[in-house]
């Protein structure tokens, strides 16, 4: 059951990834994204597949010089603990190491799983304070849970912010 393959996402994917995403964001788990912003993204993406089915995806966000962010990582209910999720965390990380990043955030409700992959919770200014008020620009909304900013909150309750050094 576990012959699955991890790869990079293409844009006949992303109706999948929205398939995949739809019930966590009824759960309130994730944020929903919309499709046009999946296929703007869907390069950040990888996939899990079985027999031509997704089973789970992941998105690696580059957020400054050196830090990424793993967000919309998702596995699906009957494939959970068949190594699907290290898989993909696995293939973000070769891809951010290929970029040049030496950092990876989450922001996630599965500190266990984040833990066992090297990364620890995280407090407040962990950028310099040139690289903050860059970053305060963004109209990204990881960038804004990243910097822990008010406005999402909201959205973020019972989160954990995690980073792991590459």
């Not at 499709?35 to 580059?62: N, R, S, T």
Request: net charge negative.
């Amino acid at each position: 059951m576990s012959d699955y393959i991890v790869r990079p996402a293409r844009s006949a994917d992303v109706l999948g990834i929205h398939h995949l995403l739809e019930p966590l964001v009824e759960r309130r788990i994730l944020l929903g994204k919309d499709l046009a912003v999946l296929y703007g993204a869907v390069q950040e993406f990888v996939v899990a597949e079985k027999d031509g089915e997704l089973i789970g995806c992941g998105a690696l966000h580059v957020m400054w010089e050196d830090l990424g962010e793993i967000r919309t990582l998702i596995v699906r209910d009957d494939w959970l603990r068949h190594g699907v999720g290290r898989a993909i965390v696995e293939a973000l990380e070769v891809r951010a190491q290929d970029l040049g990043l030496s950092r990876l955030f989450c922001l996630t409700f599965e500190t266990d799983f984040f833990a066992r992959r090297g990364f620890a919770p995280i407090g407040e200014q962990i950028v310099a304070p040139d690289v903050y008020s860059q970053l305060l620009r963004s109209r990204d909304e990881g960038v804004a849970e990243f910097l822990d900013l008010a406005h999402v909150k909201p959205n973020t309750l019972g989160n954990t912010r995690m980073l792991k050094n590459l």
